[in-house]
């Protein structure tokens, strides 16, 4: 056994309010391609982040090639010989893939600033001949196909003479031949003693390509295993740990049969294919699945906020036109978006504006004129009775807290009389009080009738909340589970279940 | 818990609150300005002088008041000045040339003018042609449209000497009638503005257009309607000039859009949208007629007013720009 080529030891990383790493270990042998597993949230992409030098670790030491090292910036990583693919590729659509790999490396031609595009090309040419890749240096990148286009950012990452390749995610918009193409890529560099990261959350895929797994849960270190091993089961059972909360709900038992929303057939290209549901009156349906599954892609779609290839919507039975979002609310379809402040709010406008914004015509007068009385008095209302921390309805939105802020955006959708509710990601970046008063929120609404889509990422809140969960995995539902039936390992078997890779 | 509500603060107090501070720094430049002028130059100390400062500035507020519904959305419109023109033709067609009646003329121009502001709002709003192109194509259309109706001829309004008294004639304090026309003006966008739902889906555009499309609001259509109501004030711009001028000069316009996008700047609206205000506006145009006035009357040559307004306005603009960053 070889030194090693990376050991990072005791890294610990918080962000504001955030505490991200903790204590967490890596290492990677040369010739190894090192897979790293765990949820959404896990720390995965942190601790490579602060690998590639893009984040500065709090604790802990790195040892590259047996000696401990600093990596103060990217370029710092980059001289150590450690490269990073990105999930979001940062290429240069205008340029050619020959000037995206050697971009600030051009060959220069006979005075120092002209450019010699001759010998950048073939440079780029022999870098494809080693990798046995079939891809024209001269081509824009932006013309290129997305396998291509991670083609072209593998190229470039190994021909700083990396020993260190690490790839976040890299088959997650890839054909199966095209996972191919790229596995024989990464074959090769582990030939050439190089050690590969692989982040990804394709199981079975890990199976094929990598020699150890190493997981991660809740940014902390769990365990390293043999690939060989390890079944895909124990790898899951590791990711999500043993499950403290399996609490049923303090809900009703059965919520009204009475089917509120029905959604029949959805689809949108390759992110969302044939989803069908139904919500019922008083029910919480909880919509789980990794990053990326495609959860608010589906809730856009039926909120009008994004168009759709086909697919039916029913209210109460009756099918419906829903173009723009406008036509969901006036059926009575309320969204939460994940990004509030984005999407949900007007900052610079006041409470009261913002919690009259999504039903302004029951507030205006025959001459288009506002009815301030009535304004305020229905903003005061749900201050009062979300319990909104604010020093009047005159304050900016801006100034308010997290999970104040939400609140004015739930505010918003009563005012707007709703019954169907969807919250997506409704406890991101609020505080633990401020997440079990959402809760209880969330409890009351469904008590009082209305029906509720919540999305979330994390499984126990998911657990919690919901009467039935579905599950979404690369667009699809791949699973429902009961309130009774669920637990945070079926829910994780489903996230990660590709479509024909049933078997194994 | 402490009760949680405010009183609705009166318009006065708005006018002194927090981000109103851009407004009262142009209060401020105005009066400096005046005391300025008025203190080196006798000529400027005139009643005569300080109506024509007031006179002056009437058509230019009235499409810096248009023009601030815009960019409180965060778009803009470079055709305010030549819109103008375009409806001041129109009204020398229905009134001089078709020999109808002064109560149709003054209609059809505004309408002609809410009209083309229809055009640019859906240009904008439906097919996404970003604002800055497609008003500044309109602002060719509308002069050129302006041109072939007029036969590239001024046309005068002789045959209708009440057309002039109406809006020239002095009513009160020997002031012109366009003046008290203007302050009607900006009192009723100012309602608007602030009270009516318009106004506050013309903030709410602004502050974040894609929340408020996700509110269920019909983004495209308010858009439409406030880049018509910005029309419909270049239209009454046309009507107060063509009074001034005792014609429709199809060669007058172009330029007007600069001062009147100055005039709401300098007042305090963001070029980043989500606010400003009509008051503000009408300082800020205030501030340019003084500006302009003071100078000439002191002999400066045109050229250099036009630089001087020039970087006031960038001072303006850059002064927006550093109070928007210290408070992000």
Excluded at chain 1, 451 to 470: D, F, G
Excluded at chain 2, 16 to 41: C, E, H, T, Y
Excluded at chain 2, 57 to 63: D, I, K, Q
Aim: contains cysteine; aromatic residues 6%.
């Amino acid at each position: 056994m070889g030194d090693l080529l990376v050991e990072m030891t005791g890294i610990s990383k918080s962000f504001p309010g955030v505490h991200a790493l903790d204590d967490c270990h890596f290492e990677l042998r040369p010739g190894e391609v090192h897979a790293l597993v765990g949820e959404n949230g896990a720390g995965k992409s942190t601790l490579m982040n602060i690998l590639a030098g893009i984040y500065h670790r709090d604790a802990g030491t790195i040892q590259v090639k047996g000696r401990e090292v600093e990596i103060a910036s990217p370029r710092a990583a980059q001289d150590l010989g450690i490269s990073i693919i990105h999930q979001e590729l940062n290429l240069m659509g205008h340029l050619t893939v020959a000037q995206n790999i050697f971009i600030g490396r051009e060959p220069r031609g006979a005075a120092p600033f002209v450019l010699d595009e001759k010998a950048l090309n073939k440079k780029a040419g022999e870098l494809f001949e080693t990798l046995h890749i079939k891809l024209d240096p001269r081509t824009r990148v932006s013309s290129l196909a997305v396998a291509q286009q991670q083609m072209v950012e593998i190229a470039k990452a190994l021909s700083f003479n990396s020993d260190v390749l690490i790839m976040d995610e890299p088959t997650a918009a890839l054909t199966d031949t095209e996972i191919d193409e790229l596995f024989r890529i990464i074959r090769h560099v582990r030939e050439g003693g190089a050690g590969v990261v692989h982040i990804s959350h394709r199981l079975e895929e890990l199976k094929q390509i990598s020699d150890r797994v190493t997981v991660m849960r809740d940014g902390r270190y769990v365990d390293t295993v043999g690939t060989a091993e390890a079944s895909i089961q124990s790898i899951i059972s590791m990711m999500v740990g043993r499950t403290i909360f399996e609490a049923s709900p303090e809900l009703p038992e059965h919520p009204d049969p009475e089917v509120v929303l029905e959604v029949r057939n959805l689809n949108r290209g390759r992110v969302i294919r044939d989803v069908s549901f139904q919500l019922h009156r008083g029910e919480i349906l909880g919509f789980s699945g990794l990053v990326g599954a495609g959860r608010t892609e589906v809730v856009r779609a039926v909120f009008g906020a994004d168009p759709r290839d086909s697919g039916e919507i029913l209210v109460h039975g009756k099918p419906i036109a829903i173009r723009t979002p406008a036509d969901a609310v006036a059926h009575g379809i309320g969204y939460l978006s994940e990004d509030r402040k984005r999407y949900g709010l007007a900052l610079i406008m006041d409470v009261e504006a913002n919690v009259v914004l999504a039903s302004m015509r029951r507030f205006v007068g025959r001459l288009g004129q506002i009815r301030f009385g009535r304004t305020k008095a229905a903003a005061e209302e749900h201050v009062k009775g979300l319990s909104i921390k604010t020093p009047g309805v005159s304050q900016r939105v801006r100034n308010l807290s997290g999970g104040n802020q939400q609140k004015v955006v739930i505010a918003k959708w009563l005012t707007a009389d709703t019954e169907i509710l969807i919250f997506d990601e409704p406890t991101r970046g609020i505080d633990v009080g401020a997440k079990s008063e959402i809760y209880r929120l969330l409890n009351d609404l469904a008590q009082q009738g209305k029906a509720i889509i919540m999305i979330s990422s994390e499984l126990p809140e998911i657990l919690r909340m919901s009467h039935r969960i579905l599950v979404m995995c690369e667009g699809r539902i791949t699973g429902e589970l009961s309130a009774a039936e669920a637990t945070q390992e079926k829910i994780m078997t489903f996230a990660t279940q590709r479509e024909a890779v049933a078997a194994a | 818990m402490q009760k949680t509500t405010t009183p609705r603060p009166s318009r006065v107090q708005s006018l002194v609150k927090g981000d109103s501070l851009q407004r009262l720094l142009a209060l401020g430049a105005l009066m400096i300005l005046l005391a300025f002028f008025s203190a080196i130059s006798e000529p400027f100390r005139t009643t005569d002088n300080y109506i024509s400062i007031l006179v002056a500035t009437a058509v230019n507020g009235v499409l810096a008041m248009g023009v601030t519904f815009v960019i409180i959305t965060g778009g803009i419109d470079l055709s305010v000045g030549t819109t103008m023109t375009f409806c001041s033709v129109i009204l020398g067609l229905v009134v001089t040339n078709a020999g109808l009646p002064l109560w149709l003329g003054i209609p059809a121009a505004l309408a002609a003018g809410a009209l083309v502001g229809a055009v640019n709002g859906t240009l904008i709003a439906k097919a996404k042609i970003p604002p800055f192109i497609a008003t500044l194509g309109m602002l060719n259309v509308t002069r050129g449209l302006a041109q072939v109706l007029s036969g590239v001829k001024p046309i005068y309004f002789e045959g209708t000497p009440q057309f002039y008294d109406l809006f020239m004639g002095k009513s009160f304090f020997g002031i012109p009638n366009v003046v008290f026309v203007m302050f009607g003006a900006a009192i009723l966008a100012q309602l608007v503005l602030t009270r009516t739902v318009l106004g506050r889906y013309t903030f709410a555009l602004g502050s974040n257009e894609e929340a408020t499309r996700l509110s269920g609001v019909n983004v495209d259509a308010w858009k439409i309607v406030v880049y018509s109501v910005c029309g419909l004030f270049a239209g009454l711009g046309g009507i107060l000039i063509a009074a001034r001028m005792t014609s429709a000069q199809p060669s007058v316009g172009m330029g007007y859009e600069l001062d009147a996008i100055a005039a709401a700047v300098i007042g305090g609206t963001s070029l980043s949208g989500g606010e400003g205000s009509i008051v503000g506006t009408v300082i800020g145009a205030f501030i340019i007629s003084t500006l302009t006035i003071g100078l000439s009357i002191l002999g400066v040559p045109d050229q250099w007013k036009l630089v001087i307004t020039g970087v006031v306005v960038i001072g303006a603009v850059w002064l927006d720009i550093l109070r928007r960053r210290r408070r992000a």
